[in-house]
């Protein structure tokens, strides 16, 4: 049986990730930060739910050893989003750091305290965004989610180039817009929808695809 983590599954596109993939026969380690959301109402037998922050590294090591085995599949979900700030004078420079903290540094220090439980073949999603696009920067809004997802992105693409010797491979994704919390009552897209998309694209991952960033519904983005 494949096991997966998946960090921020408490709602949203984490918690359809999870009862999406537990369909397909994963035994899975859902983690949340702190109300355990629609987890609580999922019962499974293949299911285990863990309380980690994904700053608190004593928290990701406690996960880490409580995993028997391989983690063939790391879905690196949680993120927030910043107030959309329209101008930079509005811009928050704490609540700037948080996000960065949260979208940028958090996926790679889960990444690092996880690497041990994986080897060939694993698959690492990083949650990107369309908004970590530099050349689709259309607007000035939310610069500190968009640069946070930028920063994850080459993240990602440096962390790739390492990896691919240990035949792991890394897919930056786009989720979609997704109504979700943060994607609002507006978003065109479903959250099964979206997820149905996600593990398409990570059932075609090869080594190959290593460092490929795609939306859910496998269109290549420009960087
Ligand atoms: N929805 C969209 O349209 C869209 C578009 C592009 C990219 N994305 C990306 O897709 C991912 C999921 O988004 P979503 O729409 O599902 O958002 P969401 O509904 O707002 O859910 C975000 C999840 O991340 C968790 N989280 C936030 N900070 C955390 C922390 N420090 N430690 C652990 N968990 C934390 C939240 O936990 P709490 O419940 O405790 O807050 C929640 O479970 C994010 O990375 C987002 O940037 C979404």
């Not at 309380?51 to 028997?68: F, G, T, W």
């Not at 063939?72 to 750091?97: C, F, K, P, T, Y």
């Not at 991952?205 to 519904?217: A, I, K, S, W």
Request: proline share 2%; aromatic share 4%.
């Amino acid at each position: 049986m494949k096991s997966v983590v998946v960090t921020g599954a408490n709602r949203g596109i984490g918690l359809e990730l999870v009862k999406q993939l537990l369909d397909s026969g994963f035994r899975v380690y859902a983690t949340h930060r702190s109300e355990m959301g629609g987890l609580a109402n999922l019962n499974n037998q293949n299911l285990s739910i863990h309380q980690m922050d994904v700053r608190d590294q004593k928290a990701i090591d406690e996960l880490s050893n409580s995993i028997d085995g391989k983690i063939d599949l790391l879905i690196n979900n949680a993120g927030v989003a910043d107030g959309r700030w329209q101008s930079i004078s509005e811009i928050d420079m704490q609540h700037a750091l948080d996000v960065i903290e949260i979208n940028s540094i958090a996926p790679v220090l889960v990444t690092q305290k996880l690497l041990n439980k994986m080897s060939d073949d694993s698959t690492i999603v990083m949650m990107s965004s369309l908004m970590g696009s530099i050349s689709d920067c259309m607007s000035g809004r939310s610069y500190a989610y968009r640069a946070s997802k930028t920063a994850l992105n080459m993240f990602s693409i440096a962390m790739k180039n390492e990896l691919e010797s240990q035949g792991i491979s890394i897919l930056i994704m786009h989720p979609g817009w997704v109504e979700t919390d943060m994607g609002g009552p507006h978003a065109p897209l479903s959250v099964e929808e979206s997820v149905q998309g996600i593990i398409q694209r990570i059932e075609e991952q090869t080594l190959e695809m290593t460092g490929r960033y795609v939306q859910f519904d496998g269109t290549p983005i420009e960087w």
